[in-house]
């Protein structure tokens, strides 16, 4: 592949796809690059055409901690699904958040926790970049993670579990709700 200029598959996956499917489909897109510095340009060049995100939600209770440049991480809830916006001042930054939040989105929060990004260790995503982008990386995986565990649906305990209880009907009600903050986060904005 010559273009950095290929059109995004992720942006145009069908929301009937698994995770499996998309992770074969980002990995063809990725091997068609010979080496690492030409798919890191690719996934750069995608990160410029990836709409900002409104500066109403560039806010300090979005902003992701630990990061040297100024990383912005928006997740949603919806129809029992998660969706993930993410913004950086930095596009290598903005295009692994990207890659991450475009990948897990639209997604169940139990397919999520039950699919590792650890399948981009093989195109030499991470190993790549310097230690703080890695780190970018690695808080944004968290935060999926965090916000999915969060939404996953309560599932009994099985009997004889020792601590283990269901949640209670409003533990349950405040997972549900779409405007649910992460715990330890400052609620987002209005919608």
């Known amino acids: 592949m010559d273009s950095l200029a290929a ?17 074969a489909a980002l990995a063809a897109d990725l091997a068609a690059f010979p080496n690492v510095p030409q798919r890191l340009a690719w ?4 990160a410029r055409r990836r709409p900002l995100l409104p500066a ?22 919806r129809d029992g699904r998660c969706h993930f916006r993410a913004e950086s001042d930095s596009l290598i930054v ?10 897990y989105s ?6 999520i926790l039950a699919h590792d990004p650890g399948f981009l260790d093989a ?39 020792p601590g ?3 949640l209670t009907a409003p533990e349950r009600d405040a997972r549900s709700r779409p405007d649910a903050s992460p715990p330890g986060s400052a609620p987002g904005p209005p919608r």
Do not use: Y
């Not at 996934?43 to 995608?46: A, D, K, M, T």
């Not at 901690?65 to 928006?74: D, K, M």
């Not at 903005?94 to 990948?103: N, P, V």
């Not at 808080?139 to 999926?144: F, K, L």
């Open 94 to 103: 903005k295009a692994i958040a990207g890659l991450l939040c475009d990948f």
């Open 106 to 111: 639209g997604h169940a929060p139990e397919e």
């Open 56 to 77: 109403e939600l560039r806010t300090a209770a979005h902003r992701v901690p630990g990061c040297l440049s100024r990383l912005w991480f928006v997740p949603e809830f």
């Open 43 to 46: 996934l750069v060049e995608q």
């Open 123 to 161: 195109f030499g995503i991470s190993q790549h970049v310097t230690p703080n982008r890695r780190n970018a990386l690695a808080r944004v995986w968290e935060n999926i993670r965090a916000f999915a565990r969060d939404r996953a649906p309560a599932v009994a305990p099985p009997p004889g579990t």
């Open 164 to 166: 283990a209880r269901p």
């Open 7 to 23: 059109p995004p598959r992720l942006a145009g996956t069908s929301p009937a796809m698994t995770l499996a499917q998309k992770q």
